[in-house]
């Protein structure tokens, strides 16, 4: 099953694109993993919060397929520690599917049809995080999932 992150905006931070590439690289050997970014809205100044969320909207579901499962990354979704996210990995490739889908929106959050089309919502803190430092974060996490899953021991307990 091919993973996706969907971000809307791009990593600027040397450091965070360092430690990007660094787990994007390890994870190679373990899925099949695609990072988009979408670009954020060139006229958002002139915008209200709600059109663009809605524009920003429109460009996350048009890369997500319709066979996708998608779960958006959102403060107010369920929380995981990293075995648990592991397990909710696993039962979403026992589920089987070409791809699923994670996604951290813009600022402002998600769009209503986002919301409506998302399969679920992942909660990675209480606590806020720049969207460019969730990204690394995120990736990180799916390595570390993905190394759970194969009993490997970057992860201890």
Same mark, same amino acid.
């Not at 899925?31 to 909207?57: H, M, P, V, W, Y």
């Not at 996350?60 to 990995?89: P, W, Y």
């Not at 089987?96 to 769009?111: E, H, N, R, T």
């Not at 996490?141 to 759970?148: C, E, K, N």
């Given at each position: 099953?091919?993973?996706?992150?969907?971000?809307?905006?791009?990593?600027?931070?040397?450091?965070?694109?360092?430690?990007?590439? =660094?787990?994007?690289?390890?994870?190679?050997?373990?899925?099949?993993?695609?990072?988009?970014?979408?670009? =954020?809205?060139?006229?958002?100044?002139?915008?209200? =919060? &709600?059109?663009?969320?809605?524009?920003? +909207?429109?460009?996350?579901?048009?890369?997500? &397929?319709?066979?996708?499962?998608?779960? %958006? %990354? $959102?403060?107010?979704?369920?929380?995981?520690?990293?075995? +648990?996210?592991?397990?909710?990995?696993?039962?979403?490739?026992?589920?089987? +599917?070409?791809?699923?889908?994670?996604?951290?929106?813009?600022?402002? +959050?998600?769009? $209503? =049809?986002?919301?409506?089309?998302?399969?679920?919502?992942?909660?990675?803190?209480?606590?806020?995080?720049?969207?460019?430092?969730?990204?690394?974060?995120?990736?990180?996490?799916?390595?570390?999932?993905?190394?759970?899953?194969?009993?490997?021991?970057?992860?201890?307990?």
């Amino acid at each position: 099953m091919k993973i996706q992150l969907i971000c809307v905006g791009k990593t600027e931070r040397a450091y965070l694109k360092e430690g990007e590439s =660094e787990y994007l690289k390890r994870l190679k050997h373990y899925c099949s993993f695609e990072k988009i970014e979408i670009l =954020e809205l060139k006229n958002a100044k002139k915008l209200r =919060e &709600d059109q663009i969320k809605t524009e920003e +909207g429109k460009l996350i579901l048009a890369k997500v &397929d319709r066979s996708t499962q998608l779960i %958006l %990354l $959102d403060e107010n979704g369920k929380s995981f520690n990293s075995v +648990g996210f592991s397990k909710f990995l696993q039962k979403k490739f026992n589920q089987g +599917g070409k791809s699923i889908a994670f996604v951290v929106g813009g600022a402002y +959050g998600f769009s $209503d =049809e986002v919301y409506s089309r998302a399969n679920g919502k992942i909660s990675l803190s209480e606590m806020t995080f720049s969207h460019q430092m969730v990204r690394l974060f995120f990736i990180e996490q799916i390595y570390r999932a993905l190394t759970i899953l194969k009993g490997e021991p970057y992860h201890h307990q």
